[in-house]
Structure formats: C-alpha cells, structure tokens
C-alpha cells in the first residue's frame, strides 16, 4: 500500500532564491548525478548519487555521509521523478531508505512521530534576465522543522557553486 502524501494547507517548507546563472544550469544541478553531488545536502554532509534517472518513473537515490572522529553517520534515501519539464519544472519524492533502496519508518532514523515515509519535492525554474529564480516546496517537511535548516544549507551551497560556473 502507497503512503499518502500529505497535501493539506499546512505551512510547509518553501525556498524562493534567484541564482546568477542560466535556467539550463539550475536544472542540470538537478538532474545531473555528477552535479547534484557538488552541492546537495546540509553542510559537512557529502553526497554519492548512485541513481538518477531524470525522466517520469525514474529513480532518484543517494547517500548522504558526514565522517566525524568518533564515528560516521550514514542516511540513503530514494524517490520517484513524477513530473519532468526540462529546464522549468521538476516533481519528485523522497523517502529515507537502506542501501537497497527499501523505504525506512522516518521515526527509526530519529525523525519526529507523525513525519511522512513519503514527502515531495517540487522544483519551479523561471529565466529572470540573465539568472534563474527557483521556488521550491517541500511537502511533508514543516517550514520550522530540522529539515528546513538543511534545505537554507544545501542552497546556500547550490549558490556558490553556480556562482563559479559550474
């Protein structure tokens, strides 16, 4: 049975940011494994994309890694690209996952009781002169949760590598 994703007026996570590059680099920082992995993630964190296949039905999977003295902390998660429309917009879910892909309970990885197995991203790309203005919407990640906090991360990061010409 698929997991329902949240859809209610709830104030979910949403990012709006103008980047210094053109539409068609944002949306390779996207789509592209080798890209994504330059700037995806909350600081300290590295990425390995090991799946991304960016067309409907396609799939999403990546690895998450922050190596500490005492330990390293791993999270894979995973997700189904449900609308592609090069370079302008972009639907995909997202669920933490094992390294096999099998979608974990949020709770067992340490995330509030009620937090969704399944969230949604969507991604809306529009050419502003010579930039790009991004909105992104995270359902299913409340606007004042953890999550938002990587989120302001990664883009902070996705600016600074668009802004030397990746």
Not at 17 to 44: D, L
Request: charged letters at 25%; glycine letters at 10%; aromatic letters at 8%.
């Amino acid at each position: 049975m698929a997991t329902e994703i949240p859809k209610t007026d709830m104030d979910w996570l949403r990012i709006e940011r103008r980047f210094s590059a053109p539409i068609e680099a944002v949306w390779r920082m996207w789509t592209e494994g080798n890209q994504f992995e330059k700037w995806y993630g909350p600081n300290g964190m590295s990425v390995t994309v090991t799946e991304m296949s960016a067309h409907i039905g396609g799939c999403r999977m990546f690895r998450m890694e922050m190596k500490r003295p005492d330990r390293t902390m791993t999270m894979w998660f995973t997700g189904e690209f449900k609308e592609v429309r090069a370079p302008n917009r972009l639907v995909y879910t997202e669920s933490m996952c094992d390294e096999k892909g099998n979608i974990l309970s949020p709770q067992s990885m340490g995330m509030p009781e009620g937090h969704p197995e399944v969230t949604e991203v969507i991604i809306d790309l529009v050419q502003d002169g010579d930039g790009t203005i991004m909105k992104l919407t995270h359902v299913g990640v409340p606007a004042d949760s953890q999550g938002a906090g990587g989120w302001a991360q990664a883009i902070e990061k996705l600016a600074d590598v668009l802004a030397k010409g990746a």
